[in-house]
């Protein structure tokens, strides 16, 4: 089984940063894309990035100019830089990753951004 452990989160103010990194392991073969969701409370799960295995890169609207998805593919993990937070941030932080086609999810990380 694929393990996707994120680590990272945190209580920040307004305007901070923080960065995210999600672990895979145990994979008999190459990790496709991976990506970043994220969940709020009452809310349902939405994209945040997305980054193939080639680098190439998607954001949600929300998070364009502030946030940058990257990986290292010898370390099969992927990073959120996360810039100029507000309190919308405010969520779960879940780390996806793709592998022969089939999905697999980290146990999310909390990221609060209040004052």
């Known amino acids: 089984q694929v393990r996707l452990v994120e680590s990272g989160g945190g209580l920040v103010q307004p305007g901070r940063s923080l960065r995210l990194s999600c672990a895979a392991s145990?994979?008999?073969?190459?990790?496709?894309?991976m990506g970043w969701y994220r969940q709020a409370p009452g809310k349902q799960r939405e994209l945040v990035a997305t980054?193939?295995?080639?680098?190439?890169?998607n954001y949600a609207d929300s998070v364009k100019g502030r946030f940058t998805i990257s990986r290292d593919n010898a370390k099969n993990t992927v990073y959120l830089q996360m810039n100029s937070l507000n309190p919308e941030d405010t969520a779960v932080y879940y780390c996806?990753?793709?592998?022969?086609?089939?999905?697999?999810w980290g146990q999310g990380t909390q990221v609060t951004v209040s004052s």
């Open positions: 996806n990753a793709m592998v022969l086609g089939r999905p697999y």
């Open positions: 145990g994979s008999p073969f190459s990790i496709g894309p």
């Open positions: 980054i193939t295995s080639g680098g190439s890169t």
